[in-house]
């Protein structure tokens, strides 16, 4: 069963059609919000919303390893994640989208392994393509049917939030390669290789990161950005439920 996780913007999703909803616990604590079961035409899906619903838990206090658990022992084969992320690569624009192919993680003091204590074995999980080829090439496809402008590959940055970056981080997380940047990815994306869940991410841009405009950053026009994005991904993401198998 395919698992969204919903991010700033997406707490709770229009066009599914609630079957239940379960607050659960795990060993590593209670996720984000209950799960959500539902289906999206006649297929079943879980969802999540990443920060609580309503939003109310900044990225750095997001209990990653209980939201991915949880899903995992929900029944999920699968997680599309859903982030909203400022723009540093000169292609991106407000409401864009991409599908990115990369991570580099900037984060720091998250709880980001499952393999920390009473291990039989220290383990080390390959991580070299964080993101789950065979679901972001899914994604791309349904965008194409979709006729939605996506941008295809491209670096996220996590850092660690919830401050935005300033101009300097930008230009250094610039000449590191990052294409996009926002504070959710990570550790989320490694706990779900961890659990040998197929990950993929659908990134909404929201703002042009720090120092890359005149102008500083609005919550106002994040917030535009979100309400003219979020369409597009809602739609991708039906059709991607819709025509994933497990
Ligand atoms: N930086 C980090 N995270 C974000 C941004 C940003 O500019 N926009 C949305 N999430």
Redesign the pocket.
């Known amino acids: 069963m395919l698992a969204i996780i919903g991010g700033?913007g997406l707490t709770q999703m229009e066009g599914l059609n609630v079957v239940s909803r379960q607050q659960v616990s795990t060993q590593w604590g209670e996720p984000s919000a209950e799960i959500v079961t539902g289906s999206i035409e006649g297929k079943e899906v879980l969802f999540l919303a990443r920060h609580g619903h309503p939003h109310r838990i900044p990225p750095h206090k997001v209990n990653y390893r209980a939201n991915i658990q949880a899903l995992k022992d929900a029944g999920a084969t699968a997680i599309i994640a859903v982030n909203?992320?400022?723009g540093i690569h000169p292609e991106c624009e407000p409401a864009g989208l991409m599908i990115p192919d990369q991570i580099v993680d900037y984060t720091w003091g998250r709880e980001h392994t499952f393999f920390a204590d009473d291990l039989d074995e220290v383990v080390h999980i390959d991580f070299s393509w964080p993101y789950d080829e065979p679901l972001r090439q899914l994604l791309l496809k349904e965008a194409a049917n979709l006729q939605l402008k996506v941008m295809d590959k491209g670096v996220y940055g996590a850092?660690q939030?919830p401050r935005?970056?300033t101009a300097g981080e930008i230009q250094r997380m610039k000449r590191d390669g990052c294409d996009i940047?926002?504070?959710t990815g990570m550790p989320e994306a490694a706990l779900a290789r961890e659990v040998e869940l197929p990950y993929a991410c659908v990134a909404l841009v929201?703002?042009m990161?720090?120092g890359l405009t005149d102008e500083i950053?609005t919550m106002a026009e994040?917030e535009e950005a979100l309400h003219q994005g979020m369409g597009k991904v809602l739609n991708l993401l039906s059709s991607s439920a819709k025509v994933y198998q497990d």
């Open positions: 700033t909203a992320v400022g850092t939030g935005l970056e940047v926002g504070m929201v703002n990161a720090a950053i994040i």
